[in-house]
Each structure stands twice: as C-alpha cells, then as structure tokens.
C-alpha cells in the first residue's frame, strides 16, 4: 500500500514478498536487514500465512512453547522485550493445508525462516537489475534460549542447562524438548542461520559473492561463561550474475603508511617520507616506472570482508528515540550503497524499518524505495527522510 513519495523516495506500508509496485529489473542495489530468527516480535501487526491452499479455510492448531507463559511485562510502544517474545512463539499451524501464520524471524524451526527468506529473496531477484547487488545483513542465534529452558532479551543468551549438562545428546529422545529444537541442533548450539540462507540462496541460483563480517566494537554485554561474547554480524553479498556493477574505488581504504613508503623507495629517488603527499610528477624518477597495480595501490586498498564500525543508537533529534533497537549505522550502509550503485541510480531496502537506507541514499544522491508492513515504523522513516539533508 502506497504511503509516501517525493522525487527521490517510495516509501510502501506493505509486505516484502509482494512489491508488486516495483516493475521487473529496475533496483540496482539492495541494502537491507531482514528480522533475526527468533530475536523480538516487532510492533504492529506482523502476522501472515505462509505456505498452504489460497482457497483454504484454515483451522490453527495453536501449539505454545515448553514453559509458555502469557507475558507480565510491559513490551513498550516499539519494542517487545523478554517474556512478551515468547507471546510470539505460539507455531500457529493449519490443521487441514499446513500453512503457517505467524511474523517473519518468529517461525517455530530455522528450516521454515531460511524458506521465508528465500521466498523473499525471489521477489528481490524480480525487482533487481541483472548488473544489480544485495547486500542482506543478518545476525545469528542459539538455540535453545527460550521457555523453560531459558530467557532472553536480545536473542544471544545462554540457556539454563539444568540437569543435563553433557556435551551433546546421543538422541532426540533423549534431548531436553524445546521451542527451537530442529533436527540435529540441540539445545546451546549455534544455529549457523546466516550460513544456512547462504547455502539455500545458491541452490536457489543466487551467487555468493562474499560473507562480510562486520565487526562491532562496542557489542552488547552477554553474561556468558563458556564462550566469547558475540561482537559481530554477517552481510552477505549476493548477485543474480557473475558479472554485476561493483564501484571499488569508492570504497578503497587508505593505504598502510609503511606499504606507500616502501612502494615510492623503490620508484622515486628524491622521495621522502617525512613529506607524503609529495606529488609523483615532482621527483626524481628512476629506471623502473609504476606497474598498473601500483597505481591502483596509490588510490588505497582493496575493501576488506571485515567491517569495523560501531552501532549507533537512532538519531536523538528525532520523535521515537531509540524506540527501533535494530537500526543499521549509516557508515554500514554508506558502503554497500556506495560499492553496489552509481548517483541517481535505485536502492531498495525491503524491511524499511526506521529508514536508515532510504536516509543514506538520499544524501548519496541517489533514489531509494522502502517496504515496511508496520505503519508506525513508515512513519518514522517518513519523519527521518524529511530532514535536512547533509551534503
């Protein structure tokens, strides 16, 4: 449903899986953060059917969680915290076709989100151009972490292992029951999700291009005892061709101070290092002229595939302070927009959110359109989106 347009953004209150506003090959660039499995039951209402018969009147067999409890605290007007998750979890499955309503990131099994997000990701093919690129960041989870056999707030705390603390389970008779328990995950297991849509992408025709890692140097607290504390996140890069559209230059990193004085030794005689922004063209040139790659090198280095930068908290100036706890950095997307698209072209961020993307990409001079199915968070990209603009 059309919700807003100005002469460089769409906004759309609707669902990803459908853009049918969007005509076939028209996005060059997707930059976008889908809901985590398993992580918070967004505001709004969230809820679809998957799967099953369109001509089905569906019976929902309501099944709760081990230990489900209605929630007794107060979820506040964005964000649902703690045990209200749980209210989430009911597998709300139809007893006659088998389709499932429910939230996208609350589905019972990992095995239906990673379904989710490639039905998804299909209608991200349609729209995007054949030289287009997606930049799909996604976080991971554990297992286990929720009901009575654990709680949690933010989707990565240790479960209560009780009275069964071995190493594994030697079956799943054995192995404790449990709201996410799937096939050969058990209980505090990392369920690999970003790896797992990876796989199901390629299989699906999608090539992996890369699996970046953003780094966050100031994670979240976790009270964990027999691990590392998380402190990054995946970005995969995916295209629908071997040959698409990727701008190096604009996200080159500078070069080691140590590498551009050894390269301007070997070539430049009246080089010195206490001075480096000589100009080349000034000094005395030896016998041996730069090589291609080393005028490459002088523009700085080739983008990495790890990613250090910080979260930020949503911007203090605006209305909801704070109220989308799962807002990207601008600095994040800045880099995919930049390395996946040209000024004036297209960026689409399918799960809008609070419009980070859409804000980005307007300051990059470029056109962006962004899906949301919750009102109140197109309201509050709206209300971003309308700010001054910083060039």
Known sequence: MFFYRDNDTIIYNGNARNMSDIG????????????????????GNQECIWGGKEDCQHEWNEVHPPGWRKSDTNPGEFQSKGTFNRDGLTSNTCQLCGAWKGAF????????????????????????????TVFWNIGDSYSGSWGNYGSRTGGQREQKVDGFERPAYDNQKERPASSFSQGNIKPKDLCLIPFRIAIAAQDDGWYVRSVIIWNKPNPMP?????????????????????????????????????????????????????????????????????????????????????????????????????SHFATFPEELVSK?????????????????????????????????????ISEEYCKMALERNQQQVFL
């Open 24 to 43: 076939d090959e028209v996005v060059q660039c997707v930059a976008t953060s889908p809901p985590y499995w398993g992580l918070r039951k967004y505001t």
């Open 222 to 322: 976790e009270s964990v005892k027999d691990r590392p504390t998380e402190c990054h996140e995946y970005i995969l890069l995916l295209t629908k061709s071997a040959k698409y559209f990727y701008d190096m230059d604009s996200v080159r990193e500078p070069q080691k101070t140590i590498s551009l004085e050894r390269m301007m030794r070997n070539h430049f005689a009246g080089y010195d290092p206490n001075y480096p922004n000589q100009n080349p063209q000034n000094l005395n040139k030896d016998e041996k002229p730069l090589t291609e790659e080393e005028v490459e090198q002088l523009k700085g280095r080739n983008l990495r595939s790890v990613w250090t930068i910080n979260t930020k908290p949503f911007p203090k100036e605006l209305k909801h302070n704070s």
């Open 105 to 132: 990131g609350l589905e019972p099994t990992p095995e239906l989100y990673v379904s989710h997000s490639i039905e998804i990701l299909r209608e991200v093919r349609r729209v995007l151009k054949k030289d287009g």
């Open 336 to 372: 995919m927009i930049k390395a996946g698209s040209r000024e004036g072209d297209i960026v689409l961020d399918p799960f809008m959110g609070s419009g980070t993307t859409l804000w980005v990409a307007k300051n990059l001079f470029r056109s962006s359109i962004g899906y949301d």
